[in-house]
């Protein structure tokens, strides 16, 4: 499998850093190790595949499953690798539950002033 088609399109590369407010890292050359997209609080690695492991799905798909009619808590799912420390843990989120939680923790940390 060539890394061609692992590449993800410059305009999805895009779609992320405006909805995190990511700045992009230019490389100058295909081997530099560089993030993708950084900003304040993030460093970015964007990865792209035909498909996900039924695992990842079934994790997010799962926690999703619980969420009540009109619930506004975020689904989430942590995944452990047997014999690694816990603290290492991977915890998947969705993207658009994740730009949710930034505007909600912008909110809580820079409330709006009552009129």
Do not use: C
């Amino acid at each position: 499998m060539s890394s061609r088609q692992h590449r993800l399109p410059k305009t999805q590369a895009r779609v992320y850093d405006a909805m995190l407010g990511l700045v992009p890292k230019i490389r100058a050359h295909y081997g530099d190790s560089q993030p993708d997209g950084t900003n304040d609080f993030f460093v970015a690695e964007y990865k792209v595949r035909n498909t996900l492991p039924p695992l990842v799905k079934g994790a997010l798909r799962q926690a999703r499953r619980y969420l009540l009619e009109g619930d506004s808590r975020i689904p989430i799912a942590i995944l452990h690798e047997v014999g690694t420390a816990y603290t290492q843990d991977v915890v998947l989120i969705a993207l658009s539950d994740f730009k949710r939680l930034l505007v909600r923790l912008q909110a809580e940390a820079y409330p709006q002033p009552r009129r």
